[in-house]
């Protein structure tokens, strides 16, 4: 990415190249992804309406009969997202829909004048404001700082407002609805959520609840095409906490957006009012919930990121400083090997050897002794010996357990609402977190990490989604609240872990309920492929996995032994025999600040092999802040000619970090054009080549230096800037 790019996004007006450069300086000194800025959350009245707003993004309602979002702006761009009034929310009781709030009237979709407003009216039949209260954002998860390394203790900050509705419809009498709009400090992010209140005398069933309704401004002008075919509004990202599919990546986990027609709009281009411009959030298959008396409901929570640019690397660093700010624990790091253990003696033996190197956790791998679901006094006692003595070491310890991908019971089993039959689940086969199996297994996962101690849970096979039709699993009802239960259950689970401190490992994006890490993204079976191509392969999976997910969130995967068949040519053990291939797989991962998932018996067999690691753990630790900060992406690997990353943090002394690598037989010479603007640097930059030889030199009024290196054949090389 150049920063031609990023200059004709941020100047709104130039006239001439010295105003040009005027301008660019001042957009990048306040640059929200650059500067932390005053841009405090305030909430503003008037006489008619209130406003959430930090300078970033604002989002404004009427006070009226009802309410309704009247202005929805990014204020960075000035681009404006709201076109038409709609219900702030609608919810289907007992298989009737009822709109939350809303006005009508408004003919002219296209736009909305806000002298309009006061002619609009409102529906007898709507759920209508009562009153609103403010307040400041609390934290979804009081979640538990552990000793783990990482880049954000802090908990995100920000203003609420919650307006609270009735129903003057006898049969809804005693249900209170509220939504919460939150806005946090220094991003343009708002969230929104839903929470109903059945406090009449009579059970309801909640047959959907869709809590954002928004008539947005489309994207495109297209005459003829279905939805399918046109863009959707790309001003905004959005993300929810409802998400399951083992994709490794949100948009293709999502469960809850929907872009809809709008066939009111009569003076849009398209002939047949197909353009998708009514976006609507809420679970495909969910809830179908049944309250009783008494009983609350609080609805998906969903995350809307006003983006300022069609620039990936520009809406990559916005969706990932999201994730810091409004899940910090998404930034934990720790530094860990994947134990394949046959005995408790590897255990110790591996544990002695992480804290030799300087690792700091260790995890029982799959195919290791260890079973978490066994609550005999013997095993615990066992798991709680060898949790104390890595605890002695200073080294933390957690294992992995599997939950989704297997067969139980025909009585425990995903029941198919097709055949009512057990099969056809997401996996094939798979428990229903639901039935007595999966409530047991909930219950003994929290008794051993009651017990043990122990500190790291990873959960291969999460719930991913599937629905149930059985009426005999005591943890759902019938088909209809199956997902959304079975999803409850799941996210209570990683909520208690995460508040008692326990770092989680999970394949499916549950980010935003408590998990800390995924997989970066990888083919199992390409790891036995030869050692050359790998090295290759995992250049590309953290150049690929790093655009959506910040350093700390993603893992990858370094099997020490065989792995999925290959021969001598794909394996590092013995690893003093390989020690180069090691070494630069180590540099690769810890030079992306990503963490591997070393798999074997142990991490070094040789005093050089120990050296090497530690050599290599002491360098990560040194330039660890740096390592962890977001990613730039410089060049893809091809094996055609260098490739690499850079990482830039404009609050730390070392600015930027950068990391090359050779895959050529023969030494290349070339001079990197490195785009500095991330870093917050403007007018010079001192850069150091593999930590000697400090230099400086200018930044050109595109934000870019260039540096001339050198590297050996099939070898990298780091370069710091400040």
Known sequence: MTKKTLAGFLILVSINCTAQQKTTSLAQSTDWLIQQSNHKAVVTTGKQDITLSNGLASRSFRLSANVVCTDYKNLINGQQLLRAVSPEARITIDGTAYNVGGLYGQKEKAYLLPEWLNSFTTAEADFRFV???????????????????????QNPTGKTISFYYASKQPQLSGIEIKVVYELYDQLPLFSKWVELKNNSNHSIKLNRVVNEIIAMVEEESAVVGAPEQMKTQQGIYIESNYAFNNAMRYSISDQTTHWKTDTAYTSQVNYNYQTPCILEIYPDKAPGVELNPGEDFTSIKTFELLLDSYDRERRGLAVRKMYSTIAPWTTMNPIFMHLVSKNDQEVKTAVDQCAATGYEALIL???SHLNMEDSSAKNIQRWKELSDYAHSKGVAIGGYSLFSSRRISEEDDVISPVTGKTGGAFFGNAPCFGSNWGIAYRNKIKYFFEQTGFDIWENDGPYPGDLCASTKHPGHKGLDDSQWRQMEMQKELYHWLNERGVYINAPDWYFLNGTNKI??????????????QQKILNRQNIFDGT???TPSMGWGFVPLTRYHGGGAESILEPLSEHLEDYKQLMMQYYGAGVQACYRGPRLYDTEKTKQTVADVIQWYKKYRDILNSDVIHLRRADGRDWDGWMHVNPSLKQKALIMLFNPLKQSITRTITVPVYYTGLSKTA?????????????????YEIKIPVTINPQDYIWITIE
């Open 547 to 549: 655009w959506e997910k």
């Open 131 to 153: 009153k609103y209260e403010t307040g400041n954002i609390t934290p979804s998860i009081n979640w538990k700082q552990g000793r783990w390394w990482m880049l954000n203790k």
């Open 519 to 532: 997989a970066i993204g990888y083919r199992e079976v390409n790891f036995s492929l030869s050692r050359d």
């Open 686 to 702: 001192t850069i150091k080549i593999n930590g000697v030889n400090s230099n400086t030199v200018s930044i050109s009024r595109e």
């Open 365 to 367: 791998s799959f195919g």
